[in-house]
């Protein structure tokens, strides 16, 4: 199994910008995708972004989309989420989550293998 730990959150002004990285350990031989999450206060857990098995194919929600990159590094151990013009509405807990499959996209897929996350807080 690949086990996931989420690092790189913290408090920001509106408008900044923030790198996410989840580092993966484990089974990391076998191709997995790798997706971003985020939970708000209040709110249900949502989907950002994610990034298939060699880096090749992302997707993002349309609530990120051009604000939000996500890449993997060549190792492809850890995986970035590099987010700019952040907004208060982006504050929330952000988990990544790996699916183990050579699929050449990673949308639609189940993910079964989470992170603990991190807090990321967007002040006005």
């Known amino acids: 199994q690949v086990q996931l730990v989420e690092s790189g959150g913290g408090l920001v002004q509106a408008g900044g910008s923030l790198r996410l990285s989840c580092g993966a350990s484990g089974r990391t031989s076998s191709g997995y995708a790798v997706s971003w999450h985020r939970q708000a206060p209040g709110k249900e857990r949502e989907f950002v972004a994610c990034i298939n098995w060699s880096g090749a194919s992302t997707y993002y929600a349309d609530s990120v989309k051009g604000r939000v990159t996500i890449f993997r590094d060549n190792a492809k151990t850890t995986v970035a989420l590099q987010m700019s013009s952040l907004k208060p509405e982006d504050t929330a807990v952000y988990y990544c989550?790996?699916?183990?499959?050579?699929?050449?996209?990673?949308?639609?897929?189940?993910?079964?293998?989470w992170g603990q996350g991190t807090q990321v807080t967007v002040s006005s």
């Open positions: 989550a790996a699916a183990y499959t050579y699929t050449p996209t990673c949308a639609s897929l189940f993910y079964n293998f």
